[in-house]
C-alpha cells in the first residue's frame, strides 16, 4: 500500500503560478497528475514515466510541467499563466493504482 499526500494549491489569480507536490509513502513509479473540475469527469492533465517522459493534456502544453524526485518519492506539477478554467480538485495517481485525496485549485480574479 502506497499513500500519496498532495499540497500546494490554494487560491491565485489568472496568469499566476502555483506547484503542486505529491509525497508517496513508498517507491514512486510511472506517476500522473489528474483534475476534476465541478460537473465534469476527472481528466489526465500530465503523466510522467518512471524514465522521466511526460505526456500532457493539450490545454496545458507549454503552461504545465512534471516532475520527479525519485529520492524524494515525490512528484511535482508547475503550473504557470493559470487560467479559470484550470480551477479543479487535482488528483496524484500512483500506476500501481493509488489516488492521493486531493487539492484544490482555484483561479479567479
Known amino acids: 500500500q502506497v499513500q500519496l499526500v498532495e499540497s500546494g494549491g490554494g487560491l491565485v489569480q489568472p496568469g499566476e503560478s502555483l506547484r503542486l507536490s505529491c509525497s508517496a509513502s513508498?517507491?514512486?513509479?510511472?506517476m500522473a497528475w489528474y483534475r476534476q473540475a465541478p460537473g465534469k469527469q476527472r481528466e489526465l492533465v500530465a503523466g510522467?514515466?518512471?524514465?522521466?517522459?511526460?505526456n500532457y493534456v493539450d490545454s496545458v502544453k507549454a503552461r504545465f510541467t512534471i516532475s520527479r524526485d525519485n529520492a524524494k518519492n515525490t512528484v511535482y506539477l508547475q503550473m504557470n499563466s493559470l487560467k479559470p478554467e484550470d480551477t479543479a480538485l487535482y488528483y496524484c495517481?500512483?500506476?500501481?493504482?493509488?489516488w492521493g485525496q486531493g487539492t484544490q485549485v482555484t483561479v479567479s480574479s
Open positions: 495517481y500512483h500506476a500501481f493504482g493509488y
Open positions: 510522467i514515466s518512471s524514465s522521466g517522459r511526460t
Open positions: 513508498g517507491s514512486i513509479s510511472a
